[in-house]
């Protein structure tokens, strides 16, 4: 039986410095996923920092655009003077005056006294509709010239008028009201608006 070869010697370590250099080329299985998390996480928080913030602040309109708006709003006013209608009355002004107060000058305790002037406005008011229907005076506006707005003054409105601040009109029926406005002294009045309730559509009637 013969015998087996007999390995040979590699004397000049040729094979073991081949062997080595493999090793040493090899790569841990791990480090390229490592790597790789390492640079997703970097970038990752680079994008946080890059991501763009909207800005919620809006432009707050100025004076301009009540102007723009008055301007608009005079299209479709009617003439100074005429009777307009909305919803189930017909208002049509009378007159229009300034005034230091309001109410019954020999009364002090139903007299009502403005921050700055009242503009005072003498409205007669028809019921058009088929049943009742009640005349609020807080319902109404004033619009300068300027297209600013201004409410009515309770207490005015209260002491000039014969049922206060509210009266019920019967159909085909009509009466004639004040509403006072509190307004800045010199304040140009353009249009009144007038409303048969307090969330209806509106009309506006030209002043001057």
Request: proline share 7%.
């Amino acid at each position: 039986m013969a015998a087996a070869p007999t390995p040979q010697s590699n004397p000049s370590g040729e094979g073991r410095g081949a062997f080595s250099a493999a090793r040493a080329t090899r790569k841990h299985p791990g480090a390229g996923t490592i790597g790789a998390l390492v640079v997703a996480a970097v970038v990752g928080l680079t994008g946080v920092g890059c991501i763009p913030v909207e800005n919620s602040a809006r432009p707050v309109s100025g004076g301009s655009a009540n102007a723009n708006r008055l301007v608009n709003s005079r299209d479709s006013a009617a003439p100074v003077g005429s009777a307009v209608r909305d919803g189930k009355f017909e208002f049509q002004v009378l007159g229009m005056e300034r005034a230091a107060e309001a109410g019954d000058p020999s009364n002090p305790f139903m007299t009502a006294t403005p921050q700055g002037e009242f503009i005072i406005i003498t409205l007669a008011v028809m019921n058009i509709g088929d049943r009742p229907q009640s005349y609020f005076g807080s319902n109404q506006k004033l619009i300068d010239a300027a297209g600013r707005e201004y409410a009515v003054d309770s207490e005015a409105d209260m002491w000039l008028n014969r049922e206060g601040f509210m009266e019920e009109i019967n159909p085909g029926n009509a009466i004639q009201v004040k509403v006072a406005f509190d307004v800045p002294p010199g304040t140009q009045p353009a249009e009144l608006e007038v409303h048969d309730s307090a969330f209806s559509g509106g009309a506006r009637v030209r002043l001057q």
